[in-house]
């Protein structure tokens, strides 16, 4: 796009920044994941070093994150006296896609900063993860005991709080190569989502989502627009791993997730959706006008969640369009 101008003008702008003036909690993950991952990527790209230095700079002040009794980081960090903590909706855990999503930043930024002590407490996460098997291997429920490193509970799925973490898990490899277990990781976990998760989308033979695990290896039909981030991570998997079982995967998958935006009337999809077998399709439309009951058909799902969010990266690029 060539917008040097405008990175220059960005880059004297952060060259200014003074991170210890927030004066209030902020999320370590998404400082992690925008911030470090933004200043590191721009260094990359720029050559400029003081970009490198600020993102060491909030790394360091994001280090006490870890300081919980199990070594999982805190939700929030206080950069004003370093205090970890969590939201009250969830006070005693922390969420896998949190915890797990963090190794690339970090691990890129031990490298080029020459400061292993950034990857090593972000890769004694995954340690522990791997110490404390999860009751179906491959599938790790998406809550977590911060101080006890437990699991908080056996909800498995590849939606929302779990997501990005089935998806670090093939980049770190990629970034790392074999000097680390993440490829084993990955591979264990999509084998069991192919055996756990994958089920068929009702009337339409060509499609499948993927389920929700809950105890006792019961599923429901549940189904997070956060999960078509899937279809990106597996095709790019087969090419790695050599798997065309997985891009073909990738593609019913996506057909799913297309599918999702052209049955709602704005074209957009819901937030989360239930799919529904022929049975509960047939107790669904039982007493229901013939037009209502051919859009459920053509659907194959209701809708849990009638909403659509904007993601923050979505949100700044429409700022950019607005008028000044």
């Known amino acids: 796009m060539d917008l040097k101008d405008e990175f220059k003008t960005a880059a004297k702008y952060v060259h200014a920044m003074n ?104 890769y004694d996460v995954i340690k522990k993860l791997m110490k404390n098997k999860p009751p179906v291997p491959g599938l790790y429920p998406f809550a977590l005991d911060v101080e006890g490193g437990e699991y908080a509970n056996v909800t498995a799925s590849l939606g929302s709080k779990s997501d990005s973490f089935y998806e670090y898990l093939l980049k770190m490899y990629i970034l790392f190569g074999d000097m680390h277990p993440f490829g084993d ?52 998997g087969s090419r790695v791993f050599n798997r065309p079982d997985d891009l073909a995967l990738a593609k019913q998958l996506m057909k799913t997730c297309v599918h999702l935006y052209r049955t709602t009337t704005t074209g957009l999809s819901f937030e989360k959706v239930q799919f529904f077998t022929p049975a509960e399709f047939a107790d669904l439309t039982q007493e229901a006008l013939p037009n209502t009951a051919e859009r459920l058909r053509q659907r194959g799902y209701t809708p849990l969640n009638p909403s659509y969010y904007l993601r923050p990266g979505k949100q700044l690029l429409l700022a950019s369009w607005l008028p000044k």
């Open 19 to 122: 991170f210890s003036t927030i004066d209030k909690p902020i999320s370590f993950f998404e400082t992690t994941i925008r911030v470090i991952g933004g200043l590191v990527s721009a260094y990359e790209f720029s050559g400029d070093s003081q970009l490198l230095d600020k993102a060491a700079t909030m790394a360091d002040m994001l280090q006490p994150a870890y300081l919980s009794l199990s070594g999982f980081p805190y939700h929030k960090i206080s950069l004003e006296n370093g205090h970890g903590l969590n939201p009250e909706r969830y006070p005693d855990q922390c969420i896998l896609a949190e915890v797990g999503s963090v190794q690339l930043e970090f691990g890129k930024l031990a490298y080029l900063a020459n400061n292993h002590d950034y990857l090593d407490r972000a």
């Open 185 to 236: 990781m990955y591979l264990e976990s999509i084998d069991a989502v192919k055996k756990h998760l994958v089920k068929p989308v009702p009337f339409h033979d060509d499609m499948v989502f993927l389920a929700t695990l809950h105890p006792n290896n019961e599923t429901t039909n549940e189904f997070d627009h956060l999960t078509c981030f899937a279809p990106g991570m597996l095709a790019m």
